[in-house]
């Protein structure tokens, strides 16, 4: 009775280590929503993480002495962070393929979906803009399917002359399995490891 016991602990420890776990990130109207998916069943979301319910307060009488507070600042642009954020791929993904090595292949992106409007109050400006996001996206593009496997990619560019403000929709599902995350964190401690050992060495003295 034990030993069967002991098959299906390690059956399902097996299961749960090479089963693909799935998360899907969607970015559309300046809201963040993370879902995992594991066991190709279960959705577990993250984010937006649920809002408690807020108890009314008493009204308390504001003091005539008290300081105005500033108005919020607003938001920065969407396309431009958006924009921002491919450049950080582009310049990262590549050292982070040399740590990781043929591991980092057991990632994979099964769906990446980008939607940019970028504005322009003049042709000529839309146009650059449309430009440098295009040449950002793909570049990215290129770092990312450099370093990991990437089944679909979409990209789209539109310019926006009126609003005076850009926008950003993004879709992204990221497979991949424990193991691979396992020996991923491995290989980036054995680098962290081995780059503050090399610190720490003693150089030689020289000799007189």
């Given amino acids: 009775m034990g030993a069967y016991i002991l098959f299906a602990l390690l059956a399902l420890l097996a299961l749960l280590l090479f089963a693909p776990v ?3 990130a969607v970015w559309r109207k300046e809201i963040l929503s993370v879902t995992v998916r594991l066991l190709w069943l279960f ?8 809002e ?12 005539p002495f008290k300081e105005k507070r500033g108005k919020r600042q607003p938001k920065g642009d969407p396309a431009e962070t958006a924009l921002a954020f491919l450049g950080l791929i582009n310049d990262l993904l590549p050292r982070l393929g040399e740590f990781l090595g043929r591991t980092a292949r057991g990632i994979t992106v099964s769906r990446c979906r980008v939607a940019l409007v970028v504005s322009g109050e003049e042709a000529d400006q839309a146009g650059i803009a449309c430009g440098r996001a295009y040449a950002l996206g793909y570049s990215a593009y290129s770092a990312l399917a450099g370093v990991i496997r990437v089944k679909e990619f979409t990209y789209h560019v539109f310019p926006d002359f009126l609003s005076g403000r850009g926008a950003a929709d993004a879709e992204v599902t990221i497979q991949v399995r424990p193991v691979t995350l396992a020996a991923a964190g491995c290989i980036l401690l054995f680098h962290v490891l081995k ?5 720490k060495k003693p150089q030689p003295e020289a000799r007189r």
Avoid: H, N
Wanted: aromatic share 4%.
């Fill in 195 to 199: 780059t503050f050992l090399g610190q």
């Fill in 22 to 24: 799935k998360i899907e």
């Fill in 43 to 50: 959705p577990v979301p993250l984010l937006p993480a649920k």
């Fill in 52 to 63: 408690k319910p807020e108890r009314p307060k008493k009204a308390k009488k504001q003091s």
